[in-house]
């Protein structure tokens, strides 16, 4: 990528975020008047990995198509229950891709219910 505000801008549109929701796409360095409240691993992780920045979707939560409405983890382990088979390959495949660091109550549950270990050990958030 040229630019910070490309990489935004390709991962915007690769993820269907609206244009007027520019908070959705995280970075480091953030864009002017935005604060993530994660920023700070992310700037750790850039200091250790010599980069210059780094570019994340900070989509909303949403459940029962509702922005900003949170599942609980029970709603969460019913809804992967009722996936398809091919459905819920992907919900795995996406959830296993995510750094091993980040630990939710969604992982733990994720992992206990499914046995859906990351599949990454590396260097990662």
Do not use: C
């Amino acid at each position: 990528m040229d630019s910070l505000d490309a990489a935004r801008e390709a991962l915007r549109k690769r993820e269907d975020v609206r244009i007027n929701e520019r908070e959705w796409i995280g970075s480091v360095p953030p864009p002017t008047g935005v604060d993530y409240p994660q920023s700070h691993a992310f700037a750790e992780w850039l200091a250790r990995n010599g980069a210059d920045a780094v570019v994340w979707t900070a989509l909303p939560p949403k459940s029962h198509d509702r922005n900003g409405r949170m599942p609980s983890v029970d709603e969460a382990i019913t809804y992967m229950n009722s996936l398809n088979d091919e459905d819920r390959g992907r919900a795995e495949a996406y959830i296993r891709q995510s750094p091993p660091l980040i630990r939710t109550p969604f992982r733990e549950r994720f992992e206990s219910v499914f046995g859906w270990t990351p599949v990454n050990s590396g260097d990662q958030f």
